[in-house]
């Protein structure tokens, strides 16, 4: 008999069905045994009301593997007022061994390094493994949005023989007796890809050897990437931000709605143009607002961020807000300065809920440009760069892009305290493991 | 005015419009300035006859960035029989250097390592293009096919604490002091995911230290994973496999038709059902067609998988062929026996024309199994292994996969002659760069 799913069965009643996947629970209620299958899909309840197929449960512990085969019956007392009864049991994989975490109650009840340690079995949980149906939900819908806008996905190496970003917080290599890095992003080859098919997108994990123990950093996590040429500035990244965001949410709400429904999960809404506010003008707000002062700084602290996230939210009802023009001082060299105001660079941020969310903006695309920002950050030896600098010898267009961090757009829509809780087998300073 | 692509000026004869693009060409051809104007898409050509317009292009070399403004005509003698003239430029990028390859003739004159060392600019050569177009839509096709077959995306960590294959092979990261490796595939991490998914795939690099310099060789590349739960045996794999290869292949008919013209390329055709020959009988066949006796050897060598390819195609006009249930010998100590002659495994390999480009089978998925493998093994320490062990400990159901090379299948689609064309920018024993 083909096996069907627990989500099927409501059709088919009266009928004899075989289902698959784990002993949930299994309990004597009123002198009857009953059991929950949990498959992939959701549950079903079983009435163990012949002593066979009592006999072959017998010592098995949750998570035991089984297939089963019952009658289909209309039960209104039962969960969704369908029940399996007179079951047969094939045990394709017995568990005798106690649970070190428990997984047949609505939440999880360990703490988090308990259940990181045992991450192999505790992603089992409907609520985990709804959360990570969305993480792949978001990267199907930033993929399908940006495929619709000419993009084209490009796979780049994440094996480097110099460091992306900057010259610290790079992963070691040994690379057959040679020293190579693991790369802290693509930002060199998306922008040579630019030359070569215009518009792409990679999605793929990026490395960090940031010494940071917080709830708001990991070592490897997945970025997803874009880059456009053709571009007049960085508020044609914005605009084509935008419409990916939009598109990778509608993608959420059709393909993800069980899951979405199970989390309690709020789908942010996207207006049509999400506000942007200047960096300086973000600043004033913040004096304005807050009281606080924090004009001539090169940056945004969190608490800044959550600030003008609640702005936006009160004042356009939006959960999104950019923040445009950061000055160079803190952007990476390849940021193109606003040509009206140089100590300004045509790069912005997306706060998502009050949290970066998205780094973006536009590169330069002129040899010279790079030469020149290449000697005022003081490198003297260009050997490492020769290849990316290649590009730009041969004719670049205009271009820009921005990155979206994978498990911190999951953190934020879900409000998680953790970034940790958004990665499957999270890397940090300690845990390498599972 | 709104930049068009080089496609679309066929139905705008009679408007000026706006291109962008590469300088192909500038050539005089009977007392009239020819430009070749190549964007993502195709070539404009365009006369310039402007005293205006050829001063702005003096000095210009092939691959300047151009926007250019001009009247679309119809015209017989010109590609397609339409042009651009009365053109004014505006150079967005110039380029003055000669190039060090050449990118306007139809095919690329540089050796392999010249072409390689500028690939940067290499790549934007229209057939190089056209085959990267063909790795996204595979790509695209895998995923499509499998989420379709109820299939999940997962993102699995790359840095790892052991090795996952064999214990030779595997990149050493310097991890905050400690050692760490680079994951040889996602194997041990899909398969617990299985557990949570029970259907789940990965597109995503992998790393092997392979110290080999061949044309069959390169030690990053995309590996196109997939791993699904409750099936009988290794040929519900296989089965589920004919119909991912199969989807991919339409998706490319849809999404690649004109790359696959440009390159000439051929599309095999999946038959229903692809032929499957088991191990030992591959053997005897290539005895009775080619006199080989390789009877008891425990892998066939990649003449023998020619020979094997042939015979499909002659055989059943097929360009791929199964061949399943390697000697155990040679499989991973995770590979399922089979069980009515456990010198045999149930696993399979996909020949395409020729050539390995999948392998796969069932797994082990029994806790107590996994034990007895590892003591075969000589395995004495399995504290590596404790994590991936907790999951069988806790249920897993019987479950197997298998892993495509997203390169080995362009090389075989496209009859490459080295696997360094069918990945960006390529990493070997001698090259990390670009």
């Known amino acids: 008999m083909e096996r069907i799913y627990t989500t099927d069965i409501a059709g088919r009643v009266g009928e004899r069905v075989r289902l698959a996947g784990w002993l949930q629970t299994l309990r004597r209620l009123g002198g009857i045994n ?15 009301d012949t002593p066979d197929a009592l006999a072959t449960l017998s010592g098995l512990s949750p998570e035991t593997v089984l297939a089963v085969e019952g009658l289909v019956t209309a039960e209104h007392q039962a969960p969704g007022g369908i029940e399996l009864r007179n079951p047969s049991f094939e045990v394709l994989s017995p568990v005798r061994d ?16 308990v259940f990181l340690d045992h991450a192999v079995i505790g992603l089992r949980h409907p609520t985990r493994r709804a959360l990570f149906r969305l993480s792949a939900g978001i990267m199907a819908g930033f993929r399908c949005a940006l495929t619709r806008l000419g993009f ?73 990437d874009l880059e456009m040429g053709f571009i007049r500035d960085h508020r044609d990244v914005m605009a084509v931000l935008t419409e990916v965001i939009r598109g990778t949410l509608a993608h959420l709400q059709t393909a993800c709605a069980p899951e979405l429904a199970l989390l309690n999960a709020r789908l942010p809404h996207v207006p049509e143009r999400i506000p942007a506010v200047h960096f300086p003008d973000a600043q004033e707000l913040i004096l304005t607002l807050h009281g606080e002062d ?24 939006s959960d999104f807000l950019f923040v445009a023009g950061y000055p160079m001082a803190k952007r990476p060299f390849y940021t193109h300065p606003n040509p009206a105001d140089p100590r300004y660079s045509n790069s912005f941020d997306l706060l998502f809920r009050g949290t970066e969310l998205v780094t973006g903006g536009q590169r330069l695309h002129l040899y010279q440009d790079y030469l020149d ?41 879900l409000g998680l305290e953790n970034i940790r809780l958004a990665t499957l087998f999270p890397r940090d300073l300690n845990r390498l493991a599972p």
């Open 294 to 317: 924090c004009r001539g700084e090169p940056d945004l602290a969190p608490q800044h961020e959550r600030w003008l996230g609640e702005w936006a939210r009160t004042q356009f009802g």
């Open 98 to 113: 106690a649970m070190p975490i428990t997984l047949n109650r609505p939440t999880i009840g360990a703490n988090l390094p």
């Open 152 to 224: 084209t996905e490009i796979q780049t190496p994440k094996l480097v023989a110099s460091a992306t970003e900057s010259g610290a917080n790079v992963f070691g290599v040994d690379y057959f007796g040679r020293r190579a890095y693991l790369a802290q992003s693509p930002q060199f080859y998306k922008q040579i890809m630019v030359g070569v098919f215009e518009r792409v997108f990679e999605v793929g994990p990026v490395f960090r050897a940031e010494p940071h123990d917080t709830v708001r950093h990991i070592n490897e996590y997945v970025s997803l």
């Open 34 to 48: 009953f059991l929950v299958l949990r498959d992939v899909r959701g549950t079903a309840q079983i009435v163990v």
């Open 373 to 413: 920002a290449a000697a005022r950050c003081g490198y003297t030896d260009l050997t490492p760069f020769e290849t990316y600098l290649e590009t730009f010898r041969f004719g670049m267009p205009p271009h820009g892009g921005c990155a979206i961090g994978l498990e911190r757009f999951i953190m934020q829509l």
